[in-house]
């Protein structure tokens, strides 16, 4: 299964979403992520806030959602459809997390938003079912 998560500037909300997956789920399962408007590099206090639970995002680069992410993915979870270019895919149910987007946030608010999805992608991942059983 793979699962595609989307933001506007794929720089904090759907980076640290896939970091997250690539963490806890099982063998089998992929994350990807990508954005409608990407952000030159991931923000720095994402970076700084995902170092802090051993994650190093600082090699990643954003990146736009295309045709070829969506047809890769299993699952859509957007981190908040504000933006029809993210949420309006016709013929993809799209899912929305409504998170709050880091950009221009403090740590301290960026530390919430990374244990919210944190928390969220947990749960995710614990209602897979293993690669290759149909739930």
Sequence with gaps: MTVLFLCRQNA???QMAQAFFERAAPP???GVSGGSSPAPAIHPVVVEAMREVGIDLSGRVPRKVDAELLARADRVISMGCDDPAVCDYPGRKVEDWSV????GKSLADVRRIRDELR???EALVASLAPPGVAR
């Design 100 to 103: 709050e987007d880091p950009s």
């Design 119 to 121: 928390a969220r992608v």
């Design 28 to 30: 089998g399962h992929i």
């Design 12 to 14: 904090g909300r759907s």
